[in-house]
């Protein structure tokens, strides 16, 4: 029988949610970056604006689903969303930002 998780990567705009799934996953990953049209465009040029996903095989049974929030504010509605039924949640942070 397969078994399937999901762990959540959350954090601030440039802490690397993407980056850690890109790293991490079997398959090339579904991200949903757009141009930034914001403040957010003094940090870097292009936003996660809905999700990022990916996958991690552990083994022949197991699966781990790996979803990146936003992390613009005005996106928060994807947080419930993305959390729902998730294993784990993997907080990620800019040191270089106070």
Do not use: C
Request: glycine letters at 10%; aromatic letters at 8%; charged letters at 20%.
């Amino acid at each position: 029988m397969r078994e399937d998780n999901k762990i959540i990567f959350t954090g601030p705009v440039g802490a690397g949610k993407t980056s850690a799934i890109s790293a991490l996953s079997d398959t090339p990953i579904i991200a949903t970056d757009a141009a930034a049209s914001d403040m957010t465009l003094n940090r870097k040029g292009y936003t996660t604006v809905a999700m990022d996903y990916g996958t991690l095989n552990l083994d022949a049974q197991t699966k781990v689903h790996l979803y990146g929030t936003p992390g613009q504010e005005r996106f928060d509605f994807m947080w419930d969303i993305l959390t729902t039924g998730g294993l784990g949640l993997i907080l990620m942070l800019d040191n270089t930002r106070p």
